[in-house]
Nanobody, 124 residues
């Protein structure tokens, strides 16, 4: 079992930055691929970025390429999402998720554990 707790969300103006964190419980964090997903009001949850268990391969949605960066610190059981050049359309609840296996997949169904999410609001 893995428990995930997100933090770092908030209200920011367009063009600003935020760094989200996701702290995981358990001693096997380094064996999990981690992902970030966003869910805007009234919309389905969609993939943002993922990072392999080793911290090597990553993947990200086209909409955030060049603006968002995913990273992890296995010694701290934490995965991060650095969000720069934020836009109003980035407003959403951001969830982190964990899956066994190395592939940083964008498929939501492949993730086994989910956090409750942290709200990000970008004002224009």
């Amino acid at each position: 079992q893995v428990q995930l707790v997100e933090s770092g969300g908030g209200l920011v103006q367009a063009g600003g930055s935020l760094r989200l964190s996701c702290a995981a419980s358990g001693r096997t964090f380094s064996t999990y691929t981690m992902g970030w997903f966003q869910q805007a009001p009234g919309k389905e949850r969609v993939f943002v970025a993922a990072i392999s268990s080793s911290g090597g391969p990553t993947s990200s949605a086209d909409s955030v390429k060049g603006r968002f960066t995913i990273s992890r610190a296995n010694a701290k059981n934490t995965v991060y999402l650095q969000m720069n050049s934020l836009k109003p359309e980035d407003t959403a609840v951001y969830h982190c998720a964990a899956r066994t296996g190395w592939e940083p997949t964008n498929r939501e169904s492949e993730y086994d554990y989910w956090g409750q999410g942290t709200q990000v609001t970008v004002s224009s």
